[in-house]
């Protein structure tokens, strides 16, 4: 069975303050990792998809990468805008089955 | 702009009624889903249907069911709302094809509440 870990549960930042927020996964053959953004009362907005371990996505002030057991979401010089809860998604091998087993993400605060 | 839209943004419910929840998309794509997400729970997936009539069942589809008539509606049923069921919905939709080349695009969810 697919498994999506995520840490930490909650980060508090100075604006300006980078860090990483991780998610392990394990999965038999991984068709695609998702990032996403999700605000609150709101549904989770798409960020990236990552295929293969190296590969490595950017947007804005966010960079994700990939190994063959993780992913980091990379924010640097965060605003407080960047304030929401980040899930992490992986697609296993089997194509037909499309479901997306999701991490309980992780919820950043960023402080001005 | 592509959109997944939920027909309720609250809804208050009362223990043994039967709820629908309805979810339209406009992109014309073949996979629909139902998720429910709780706090240290995460997303869920409830249901899914890859085509017209057709239907799957996710990780927890116990006291639930669909319904999908149209390409563009899938709904979803709770047959006889139970206080456990209180959670917000995430109803989303991708393309055919393979997933991993979309993201999956979600709607702005039901928060509902079983009293």
């Known amino acids: 069975e697919d498994q999506v870990t995520q840490s930490p549960e909650a980060l508090r930042l100075q604006e300006g303050e980078s860090s990483s927020l991780n998610c392990s996964y394990t999965?038999?053959?991984?068709?695609?990792l998702f990032w996403y953004r999700q605000d609150p009362g709101k549904g989770p907005e798409f960020l990236f998809t990552?295929?293969?371990a190296g590969e490595e996505k950017e947007k804005e002030r966010l960079k994700a990468t990939l190994t063959k057991k993780e992913s980091f979401l990379h924010i640097t010089a965060p605003k407080p805008e960047d304030s929401a809860t980040y899930l992490c998604?992986?697609?296993?091998?089997?194509?037909?089955?499309?479901?997306?087993?999701f991490g309980t993400g992780t919820r950043l605060t960023i402080i001005p | 702009d592509v959109k997944v839209t939920q027909s309720s943004r609250y809804l208050v419910k009362r223990t043994g009624e039967k709820v629908f929840l309805e979810c339209v998309q406009d992109m014309d794509h073949e996979n629909m889903f139902w998720y429910r997400q709780d706090p240290g729970l995460g997303l869920r997936l409830i249901y899914f249907?890859?085509?017209?009539?057709?239907?799957e069942k996710g990780d927890i589809p116990e006291g639930y069911s669909v319904s999908r008539e149209k390409k563009e509606r899938f709904s979803l049923i709770l047959e006889s709302a139970s206080t456990n069921q209180t959670s917000m919905y995430l109803c989303?939709?991708?393309?055919?094809?393979?997933?991993?080349?979309?993201?999956?695009?979600f709607g702005s969810g039901t928060r509902l509440t079983v009293v």
């Open positions: 999965v038999s053959g991984l068709r695609g």
């Open positions: 998604a992986v697609l296993g091998p089997n194509f037909g089955n499309e479901k997306l087993t």
């Open positions: 990552l295929y293969s």
């Open positions: 249907s890859y085509d017209v009539k057709m239907k």
């Open positions: 989303a939709s991708s393309p055919l094809g393979d997933p991993a080349n979309y993201g999956y695009t």
